[in-house]
T-cell receptor, first 115, second 112 residues
Framework: GAGVSQSPRYKVAKRGQDVALRCDPISGHVSLFWYQQALGQGPEFLTYFQNEAQLDKSGLPSDRFFAERPEGSVSTLKIQRTQQEDSAVYLC?????????????FGPGTRLTVT | DAKTTQPTSMDCAEGRAANLPCNHSTISGNEYVYWYRQIHSQGPQYIIHGLKNNETNEMASLIITEDRKSSTLILPHATLRDTAVYYCIVRERNSGNTPLVFGKGTRLSVIA
């Protein structure tokens, strides 16, 4: 079946531009996570949704980062006024959710390069 | 911070078993050991998890020591496609609402 998809796969932005990254989770998955992965590092948590509710945004590095999931399915991560330090791979993951430890399924990521 | 320690890199000959160690000396009684791997240019992929008993699935085996302070992921017959970064993660049961905490993982290179 279809896995988690993300678009675009690659994005080049000039410093100061706004970008929007899209995540299509597996159908029916309640939980959705965004992670940021710098070169040579493991993914780091940004924010978490349960359905349309953003329950945890403690990992967002600044108020330039904003995420939404208005209908509890597709999610968008928006970065305003991009900076060079925002260059990274942005990963989206979904899981069946709830309290049990269902495994997370990751998309291929969006590689953002800020020039 | 990650609660696990893994070697930075390992090599394995194709067709041989790859044994990837992980130390998690501060693991608590309600925490599971999870393994994910990340192939180049892909997102992380779930491999296996366990609490205290050894586990096996179609991808790998997980051996957890009796004191649960360390574990080993075993790929019985490594192929070139198993070249990836392998992450060992400890996580509480019933923590589906919490994010995964990744360390730097072990970069496994399978050599022909």
């Amino acid at each position: 079946g279809a896995g988690v998809s993300q678009s675009p796969r690659y994005k080049v932005a000039k410093r100061g531009q706004d970008v929007a990254l899209r995540c299509d989770p597996i159908s029916g998955h309640v939980s959705l996570f965004w992670y940021q992965q710098a070169l040579g590092q493991g993914p780091e948590f940004l924010t978490y949704f349960q359905n349309e509710a953003q329950l945890d945004k403690s990992g967002l590095p600044s108020d330039r980062f904003f995420a939404e999931r208005p209908e509890g399915s597709v999610s968008t991560l928006k970065i305003q006024r991009t900076q060079q330090e925002d260059s990274a791979v942005y990963l989206c993951a979904s899981s069946r959710g709830g309290g049990s430890s269902y495994e997370q399924y990751f998309g291929p990521g969006t590689r953002l390069t800020v020039t | 911070d990650a609660k696990t320690t893994q070697p930075t890199s390992m090599d394995c000959a194709e067709g041989r078993a790859a044994n990837l160690p992980c130390n998690h000396s501060t693991i608590s009684g309600n925490e599971y050991v999870y393994w994910y791997r990340q192939i180049h240019s892909q997102g992380p992929q779930y491999i296996i998890h366990g609490l205290k008993n050894n586990e096996t699935n179609e991808m790998a085996s997980l051996i957890i020591t009796e004191d649960r302070k360390s574990s080993t992921l075993i790929l019985p017959h490594a192929t070139l496609r198993d070249t990836a970064v392998y992450y060992c993660i400890v996580r509480e049961r019933n923590s589906g609402n919490t994010p995964l905490v990744f360390g730097k993982g072990t970069r496994l290179s399978v050599i022909a």
